[in-house]
């Protein structure tokens, strides 16, 4: 059986797992195993999604679960994105899920955060809860690495009111290292884009990433989608796999960050 969600078109054995870890080949069906398993819940400010130009001061319920389709050696969440089925975990339906956020109301909750790991790994669990949340009159927000083919993209794309959507480099030899392409996620950016609030980030990786060009490339295409689009250039810090780089310079994030400010409105460093 071929998975179709992502790019990666995962042909799965019986009982055995895509590369992303939470989609199964089961009675010969591709299922999400990850349906409903929640690792982490937690309420965020917004900005720490990040992003800071949707309902910014108010905070959102943030879930997790597990598994990715990447397979990033600096990944900065690898003990929830990189593991199997986890160890602890609270199963949760939708409307399980959604009356939680309501809960949170009171704390000045504005919706639901899909976040943490690769949450379109599990599209469909984020559907159904999506479709309530809407129904409640609260805000569905998506943080993702924008890996996902245009079907299931699709069936989102109605109900997401915000996404943060990693665009990790401009270079397709730096996606075909993590297992992406480049084109994949550029063309979730500005489909997103057309009926969503869109933030992006780059996480800026010393040796890889972090020339004044590459920045310049990239900016210069996220204007070309829309120069409103707020881009966040992040530190990076040792992590998982990638021990033997230094965290980045704080004077090389603000350099890269004046560069992108040549083509976007809203640029901001992250991880200072």
């Known amino acids: ?37 929640v690792t982490a819940l937690s309420l965020d400010p917004i900005e720490k999604k990040p992003l ?23 990944c900065q969440n690898h003990h929830i994105s990189m593991v199997r089925k986890p160890e ?49 009159g609260m805000k569905n927000v998506v943080v993702t690495n924008g890996y996902i083919n245009q079907e299931p993209l699709s069936e989102l794309l109605p109900l997401i009111d915000a996404w943060n959507i990693d665009l990790k480099s401009f270079s397709d030899d730096f996606y075909r290292r993590i297992g992406g392409d480049v084109k994949t996620v550029k063309q979730t ?12 980030t780059t996480l800026v990786i010393p040796g890889e990433n972090d020339s004044d060009e590459e920045m310049r490339q990239l900016t210069k295409w996220l204007a070309s989608v829309d120069p409103g689009i707020p881009l966040h250039v992040s530190r990076f810090f040792p992590n998982f796999n990638m021990k033997d780089r230094p965290a980045t310079p704080v004077d090389r994030i603000l350099r890269l960050a004046e560069i992108a400010r040549e083509s976007l409105q809203y640029v901001y460093e992250g991880n200072l």
Not at 2 to 19: A, D, F, L, M, N
Not at 54 to 71: D, E, Q, T, V
Not at 89 to 107: D, M, R, T
Request: net charge neutral.
């Open 1 to 37: 059986m071929k998975c179709e969600v992502c790019p990666r078109h995962c042909e799965i054995k019986p009982g055995q797992y895509g590369v992303c870890g939470a989609r199964i080949n089961l009675d010969g069906e591709i299922r999400c195993d990850s349906y409903g398993i």
């Open 52 to 74: 800071r130009r949707f309902f910014p001061g108010s905070n959102i319920l943030s879930a997790g679960s597990y598994g990715c389709n990447l397979r990033c050696s600096f």
């Open 88 to 136: 602890q975990y609270v199963k949760l339906s939708p409307i399980e899920l959604s009356e939680k956020a309501a809960e949170f109301k009171k704390n000045g909750n504005i919706g639901l955060a899909y976040t943490y790991n690769e949450p379109l790994i599990a599209y469909e669990f984020v559907r159904d809860c999506a479709i309530i949340i809407a129904e409640q």
């Open 189 to 200: 950016i500005t489909l997103a884009a057309t009926v969503s609030h869109v933030e992006v």
